[in-house]
T-cell receptor, first 110, second 114 residues
Framework: GQNIDQPTEMTATEGAIVQINCTYQ??????LFWYQQHAGEAPTFLSY????GLEEKGRFSSFLSRSKGYSYLLLKELQMKDSASYLC???????????FGPGTRLSVLP | EAQVTQNPRYLITVTGKKLTVTCSQN?????MSWYRQDPGLGLRQIYY???????DKGDVPEGYKVSRKEKRNFPLILESPSPNQTSLYFC?????????????FGQGTRLTVV
């Protein structure tokens, strides 16, 4: 079966650092993706991991541990515009299908 | 500009009246899919297509049809819509294969069935 878990909601303060966790149990694995989605808008791509370790991209970093079925998205120097939902998605073995987690709604407070 | 275009953006219809939501991409992607998004449930896949004339069911296909006659287009058809199909729908496309080939999403279609 396919199961991806994320916390439902998180709150953080402007300028702070926040870590959004994702655990997954999927029948196949060919990469883990993080997307950002503002309310009512389309998801947009943030980061990609296929090997264990940390990928850094400006204020955003993503970590993957395949043996633990675990990933996190780290957001530094939070800004108000970072208030959005963050979706964790696993791509299957054939490199085609994406399975999405329920998303974590992040609120950044002044 | 590389994009996925869905139409309409908003639609209110009545139970049982057939409707089609169009989706078109200009990136020559092989893979296209449809999702619905409901509060607390995240994105759930309805149907996907690996190439022209190749389609398959996702997790929640009941009540929906699709077709892939051309590479760029992947319409979603609701033959007899019901209120439980009220949702936010997204079309997505991606390049086949591995690597950082992320999915590109359309702007979304908010459907209300009364």
């Amino acid at each position: 079966g396919q199961n991806i878990d994320q916390p439902t909601e998180m709150t953080a303060t402007e300028g702070a650092i926040v870590q959004i966790n994702c655990t997954y149990q999927t029948s196949g694995f060919n990469g883990l993706f993080w997307y950002q989605q503002h309310a009512g808008e389309a998801p947009t791509f943030l980061s990609y991991n296929v090997l264990d370790g940390l990928e850094e991209k400006g204020r955003f970093s993503s970590f993957l541990s395949r043996s633990k079925g675990y990933s996190y998205l780290l957001l530094k120097e939070l800004q108000m515009k970072d208030s959005a939902s963050y979706l964790c998605a696993v791509r299957d073995n054939y490199g085609q299908n994406f399975v999405f987690g329920p998303g974590t709604r992040l609120s950044v407070l002044p | 500009e590389a994009q996925v275009t869905q139409n309409p953006r908003y639609l209110i219809t009545v139970t049982g009246k057939k409707l089609t939501v169009t989706c078109s991409q200009n990136m020559n992607h092989e893979y296209m899919s449809w999702y619905r998004q409901d509060p607390g449930l995240g994105l759930r896949q309805i149907y996907y297509s690996m190439n022209v004339e190749v389609t398959d069911k996702g997790d929640v296909p009941e009540g929906y049809k699709v077709s892939r006659k051309e590479k760029r287009n992947f319409p979603l058809i609701l033959e007899s819509p019901s209120p439980n199909q009220t949702s936010l729908y997204f079309c997505a496309s991606s390049q086949s294969g591995t690597g950082a080939t992320e999915a590109f999403f359309g702007q979304g279609t908010r459907l209300t069935v009364v």
